[in-house]
């Protein structure tokens, strides 16, 4: 059974650097050909992708926000880690990380989603 | 960046009715295309890929067709727990994923 928990603190100041985890279980991401991402979705709004880590540890971006954030693995705890750095109000949402799957290539889409983990970027 | 718009922003239908959302990507995404179903306060759950393919567990009144950039989601006999807000996504053409603004489907 693939589950995936987000944690990480409820309430961050501005400037500050947001440090998320997702903990996984159900799959392996040294030897599954699979990837983990990061999404958020601020109140009301749709949802936006952040960053993905696949199992050859190669580590993808989203343009606008990539200077910004850094995504790891720890393999040895089913973990996967996302840095964001320099939060602002704007960066208050729900964050979510989802295991993707590949179609053919190297297309992933997201078949399993945590619950979510909401983050407000407040002084 | 591939632009996902979909459209009706909102839908009103009644029980038993067949709902019909649409999608389009601002340039081809051939069918690597997902729809996803999400409920208030609860995460988004997978209801198709590769454009018309049901995800496990996804009951047969949910279909996808489309390709290149129109995309539609069709139920056919909605359910009461069919009422949600389903975004679209492609997969095509990546970073970045890029999600539709979603379209929320409200009881009639």
């Known amino acids: 059974q693939v589950t995936l928990r987000e944690s990480g603190p409820a309430l961050v100041k501005p400037t500050q650097t947001l440090t998320l985890t997702c903990t996984f279980s159900g799959f392996s991401l040294s030897t599954d050909e699979v990837c983990v991402s990061w999404i958020r979705q601020p109140p009301g709004k749709a949802l936006e992708w952040l960053a993905l880590i696949d199992w050859d540890d190669d580590k993808y971006y989203s343009t606008s926000l990539k200077t910004r954030l850094t995504i790891s693995k720890d393999t040895s705890k089913n973990q996967v880690v996302l840095t964001m750095t320099n939060v602002d109000p704007v960066d208050t949402a729900t964050y979510y990380c989802a295991r993707g799957i590949l179609d053919g290539g190297y297309l992933y889409y997201f078949d399993y989603w945590g619950q979510g983990t909401l983050v407000t970027v407040s002084s | 960046e591939i632009v996902m718009t979909q459209s009706p922003a909102s839908l009103s239908v009644s029980p038993g009715e067949r709902a019909t959302l649409s999608c389009r990507a601002s340039?081809?995404?051939?069918?690597?295309l997902a729809w996803y179903q999400q409920k208030p306060g609860q995460t988004p759950r997978l209801l198709i890929y590769?454009?018309?393919t049901r995800a496990t567990g996804i009951p047969a009144r949910f279909s996808g067709s489309g390709s290149g950039t129109e995309f539609t989601l069709t139920i056919s006999s909605l359910q009461s727990e069919d009422f949600a807000v389903y975004f679209c996504?492609?997969?095509?053409?990546?970073?970045?994923?890029?999600f539709g603004q979603g379209t929320k489907l409200e009881i009639k």
């Open positions: 340039q081809s995404v051939t069918s690597n």
């Open positions: 590769g454009a018309s």
């Open positions: 996504q492609q997969y095509h053409d990546w970073p970045p994923y890029t």
